[in-house]
């Protein structure tokens, strides 16, 4: 079987085309490297370099992928205010632009990359795939239109789909200049020797979700959970406090985090409901937090050993 992944040489989708490859998918890959990096993808697998906006058609017609993992996206929730209109293009017309191709290419199914964010300012938690769609950002707006069409898509051209609705992704590879992910910008902090700056007083919580997990979620949808929707997270509630408390065993040393006035606009806790991935994608997270935090630390200090050398003495 092939599986076609958009934005594979990102952060998630790199993880998600090294689970394909041991789980003996044939894969191609289409991403335009303006976030992601060639030194993510594995040799074994087909890339073009490609905008999944524009036309499509010729990568589908010579590839006939069988099944479609599409993970391109404008990820920024900052950007998505300064740029609402390159957001709505990332994350709208390129979805549409995928539909639209998988649809006439005639493939099995389409896992679409969606994310917590449709929910907006929780009413209840852990949130289930049931809370009200209200987003507070442009970034969560464009990805609850994309379900949309892909729901729409479904019913008008009988494109079958999974919607994966991440929580908060961490991990080896994630980039630590973009404000997405708060455990990569804090290791890479004290990595050059530096404080990480919370923002309020570190009791607000999240679910953080390892970064492989979320890839296996993503295979599993392959062939389970027809045409519905899963929240993806631990359904564990994290605050950020209880993260630099980890970061400091695994690092080996105490952390003396800056703490700034609360920022706009950011939600006060979130953990994602996960019973319906666990009963119908027959998923469910392997990796603890603190498992998940040391093999992402141990990353970072591959990748920087001298400032690493630096932090530990
Ligand atoms: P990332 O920026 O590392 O990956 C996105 C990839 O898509 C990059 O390789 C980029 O080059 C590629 N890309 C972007 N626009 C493209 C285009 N027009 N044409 C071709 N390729 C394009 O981000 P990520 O964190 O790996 O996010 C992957 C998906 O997961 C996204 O859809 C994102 O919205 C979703 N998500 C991420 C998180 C998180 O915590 N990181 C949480 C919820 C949802």
Not at 56 to 65: G, I, N, R, S, W
Not at 154 to 159: E, G, Q, S, V, Y
Request: charged share 20%; glycine share 6%.
């Amino acid at each position: 079987m092939k599986v076609l992944v958009t934005g594979g040489a990102g952060f998630i989708g790199s993880h998600i085309v090294e689970e394909l490859v041991d789980s003996h998918y044939e894969v191609v890959v289409v991403d335009n490297l303006v976030t992601g990096h060639m030194k993510n993808l594995l040799p074994q697998v087909s890339f073009y370099k490609r905008d999944v906006r524009k036309d499509m058609d010729e990568v589908f017609a010579k590839e006939k992928p069988d099944y479609v993992i599409h993970q391109a996206a404008q990820v920024s929730v900052s950007q998505s205010f300064t740029d609402p209109l390159y957001d709505c293009e990332e994350n709208i017309v390129a979805t549409l632009n995928i539909l639209q191709s998988s649809a006439k290419h005639k493939v099995k199914k389409v896992v679409f990359a969606s994310t917590a964010a449709v929910y907006g300012n929780p009413s209840y938690l852990p949130i289930d795939e049931a809370h009200h769609v209200q987003p507070i950002s442009f970034y969560g707006l464009t990805k609850a239109h994309a379900e949309k069409y892909i729901h729409l898509f479904a019913h008008t051209h009988n494109l079958d789909f999974s919607i994966l609705r991440y929580a908060n992704v961490y991990g080896p590879r994630q980039d630590a200049h973009g404000e997405a992910g708060v455990i990569a910008l804090f290791i890479e902090k004290l990595i050059c020797g530096e404080s990480p700056v919370i923002f309020g007083d570190g009791n607000q919580t999240r679910d953080f979700v390892f970064v492989k997990d979320v890839a296996r979620a993503n295979v599993a949808a392959l062939e389970n959970g027809k045409n519905e929707i899963f929240n993806v997270g631990t359904g564990q509630e994290t605050s950020i406090n209880e993260i630099i408390d980890h970061l400091a065993v695994s690092l080996r040393r105490p952390i003396q985090p800056t703490l700034r006035p609360p920022r706009e606009g950011d939600i006060r806790s979130s953990v994602l409901k996960n019973d319906r991935a666990q009963s119908m994608l027959h998923w469910a997270p392997c990796y603890s937090l603190q498992e998940g935090l040391l093999k992402t630390v141990q990353f970072y200090q591959q990748e920087n050993p001298y400032g690493v050398q630096e932090v530990i003495s």
